[in-house]
């Protein structure tokens, strides 16, 4: 099959042959000035009807319709519209009402876009841009600018684009676009609008630049009261001896960004969060002790509200990875790295084989290395975390503990009957072999037996 540019391509002269013009509009454009690759292509046609260009679509093959009043044509991995008005109807990302019109003209149709480097068109056909609101020159300014402050507003989810956008391409809003975005309320976003966007701003290449900016537009406060409370949080002065909790924080996020590229999605989507949350137990431990400053048990503490800040998300699992269940691991557990290497000599297998019931040790490793790094240089021993992860995988204990050796047929088979004791002769035997002192199925099978004799 044609890559999508191809296919856009021949839709393009099919629409010119029956009257009409077809542009790619939106992202496709943004990122190809930017040269970046982008797969998404987003087509408008001018000139033609909804019924002559579902014919001159499926014509091609397989065509799918989304949209009420209006029609989006889906064709493979291209989305193929009519140019279309939008008029507010009511609260909410649903409360518009949305008109296709073949007629409206470029400008009319592009003043409906967020930010002018979105509004950008190009003609897949002779290689022409066409630009009404100047979106390549904002881009080579590296600014953000809003299209229409009229009708901005009406969805309120544009300021967390805005929010996105800056830290993905590493642009700066313009006075109009920060006043207006710090303006808008965002009690109408649901959480999976937020998540959305969210989750492109902890990839973008530094996300603490989109997290600063939140904080500056007021997205932080409105949104995420956790997130808030880092602010003027007193951080430890050998960690920053002129940050809070919440500059340690971008700067975790930052360098746990740099270390997930290899991970599957799931797995960096966890690692993303938790260094997010990783401090969230401080605003409420953090107290001068003999003159220092210490926020003692702020792991624990962080759990809840680290629950909370996911349930603001509407985060549980990702592609069946329960991210929800990892994240509470890597708060309640990232300083265990640390402090397990100042006390090498005496920390157990057992303990590594524990640690990983609770949360995978690969992910906790690299956010504990992210959490080091992320203080005053020289200030903590990152070496720790290399020898951290070294000891978990010579256990074979990196992602999941190691799997139980003694199951419940076997202890059918000794001549126990179905009941709790199995459940309790299970446990017990797994707990001898999490220390080490059973290793094979004979070895299992005789501390059952033991434990049989004994009751």
Request: aromatic share 6%; charged share 30%; hydrophobic share 40%.
């Amino acid at each position: 099959m044609p890559d999508p540019l191809e296919r856009a391509h021949a839709i393009a002269i099919e629409v010119r042959d029956a009257g009409g013009r077809a542009l790619i509009v939106g992202g496709w454009v943004r990122d190809r000035l930017m040269g970046r690759e982008s797969k998404d292509i987003d087509v408008e046609v001018y000139g033609l009807t909804s019924e002559r260009l579902r014919q001159i679509l499926e014509s091609r093959g397989r065509v799918e319709t989304v949209g009420g009043s209006f029609q989006v044509y889906k064709t493979g991995d291209i989305d193929v519209s009519l140019p279309r008005r939008e008029s507010k109807s009511g609260r909410g990302h649903r409360g518009f009402e949305v008109t296709g019109d073949p007629d409206l003209s470029l400008e009319d149709a592009a003043r409906r876009r967020d930010f002018t480097i979105n509004a950008i068109a190009w003609d897949p056909l002779t290689g022409e841009y066409l630009d009404p609101f100047d979106g390549r020159g904002d881009l080579r300014r590296r600014l953000l600018r809003i299209v229409d402050p009229v009708t901005f507003p009406d969805d309120s989810l544009r300021v967390l684009r805005a929010v996105q956008f800056a830290a993905r391409f590493d642009l700066a809003l313009d006075e109009t676009t920060h006043s207006l975005c710090r303006a808008i309320p965002l009690d109408d976003l649901p959480a999976e609008r937020i998540w959305a966007e969210i989750e492109k701003l902890i990839f973008a290449p530094r996300p603490s630049i989109g997290f600063a900016l939140a904080m500056a537009l007021g997205v932080v406060e409105k949104l995420f009261p956790e997130l808030q409370a880092l602010a003027g949080c007193p951080q430890e002065p050998e960690w920053h001896p002129e940050g809070d909790v919440w500059v340690h924080t971008l700067q975790v996020v930052d360098e746990a960004r740099a270390r997930v590229d290899d991970l599957p999605r799931p797995q960096q989507i966890a690692i993303m969060l938790g260094a997010i949350c990783h401090d969230f137990g401080k605003p409420a431990t953090t107290a001068v002790l003999d003159g220092r400053i210490r926020s003692m048990d702020h792991e624990e503490q962080g759990v809840a509200p680290a629950l909370a800040f996911l349930d603001r998300l509407n985060v549980r699992s990702v592609d069946g990875y329960d991210v929800r269940q990892q994240v509470v691991g890597l708060v309640a557990q990232h300083l265990k790295p640390g402090m397990w290497f100042k006390v090498r000599d005496e920390v157990g297998d057992g303990a590594f084989r524990r640690l990983a019931q609770k949360v995978d040790l690969e992910l906790l490793a690299r956010l504990a290395m992210a959490d080091c790094l992320g203080r005053s240089p020289g200030a903590f021993d990152c070496s720790a975390m290399d020898w951290f992860l070294d000891r978990a995988r010579s256990l074979g204990v990196e992602h999941r503990p190691p799997a139980p050796i003694l199951l419940g047929r076997h202890l059918l088979a000794l001549g126990l009957g179905p009941g709790p004791r199995v459940g309790e002769i299970l446990k017990a035997v797994y707990e001898q072999q999490l220390d080490g002192t059973i290793e094979t199925l004979e070895d299992a099978i005789a501390a059952a037996r033991h434990i049989l004799k004994a009751r």
